[in-house]
């Protein structure tokens, strides 16, 4: 059974502190993505990593992949409040998406 | 961009009672199209795959009499909740992809309370 784990599943940060968020997945795969969930809503698509070492960067938001690790991190710089939202990752295999935990992320002023 | 809709956005309906959600890819031809369950504060999880003229695939512990996938075209797919109860109450979100694998277009979630 495929796992995909995130932590810390709650982080609150202060604005202008960097942190990052971890994603572990249990089998091979070399495609790992990113989403946004606000409140109430669908999902927002942040970031697509398709090969071992694979870094990609937008505003404050930098992820990269590790396939040997079996490892995503999602890094915050300098957070500010509008990026309080709910970060998944979710492994591809085959057609098919695995979501993770989830991390519930708050930026307080 | 790829859009994905889906109606209604929010449904409430009496515990017993069937309820039809569409899933529409409006401007490409979907060949696979995934349902996602998401109960609050809690992740996805995939209930099914579906393509086009052929019987979804379920994941386990997914009750494919309960939950029926219709997809009979390359733009729409429906899932019916048949006889449901308070527990089937849940955020569902389809999503569709466009025949490669390395992308999925999710659509904007529909709401469902079962009273």
């Known amino acids: 059974e495929l796992k995909v784990e995130q932590n810390p599943l709650f982080l609150s940060m202060q604005e202008e502190k960097n942190y990052t968020i971890y994603c572990n997945y249990s089998?091979?795969?070399?495609?790992l993505y990113w989403y946004r969930q606000d409140p109430g809503k669908s999902l927002e698509s942040l970031f697509v990593?398709?090969?071992?070492?694979a870094v990609k960067q937008e505003g404050r938001l930098m992820a990269s992949l590790d396939t040997k690790a079996r490892l995503s991190t999602l890094h915050i710089t300098a957070a500010v409040h509008d990026l309080s939202a709910t970060y998944f990752c979710?492994?591809?295999?085959?057609?098919?998406?695995?979501f993770g935990t989830g991390t519930s992320l708050t930026v307080i002023p | 961009g790829a859009v994905v809709s889906q109606h209604p956005s929010r449904v409430i309906c009496k515990s017993g009672t069937s309820v039809k959600i569409e899933c529409r890819s409006l401007?490409?031809?979907?060949?696979?199209m995934f349902w996602y369950r998401q109960f609050p504060k809690q992740s996805l999880m995939l209930m099914a795959t579906?393509?086009?003229?052929?019987?979804?695939?379920?994941e386990q512990g997914v009750e494919k009499d309960k939950f029926l996938i219709n997809h009979a075209s390359l733009t729409l797919s429906t899932l019916t909740v048949t006889s449901a109860h308070p527990e089937d109450s849940s955020f569902y979100i389809c999503?569709?992809?466009?025949?490669?694998?390395?992308?999925?277009?999710f659509g904007p979630g529909t709401r469902l309370t079962v009273t």
């Open positions: 999503s569709a992809d466009t025949g490669t694998i390395y992308e999925q277009y």
């Open positions: 089998t091979t795969s070399d495609r």
């Open positions: 579906s393509n086009e003229g052929s019987k979804a695939t379920y």
């Open positions: 401007d490409f031809q979907a060949t696979t």
């Open positions: 979710a492994v591809g295999t085959g057609n098919q998406f695995y």
């Open positions: 990593l398709l090969s071992n070492g």
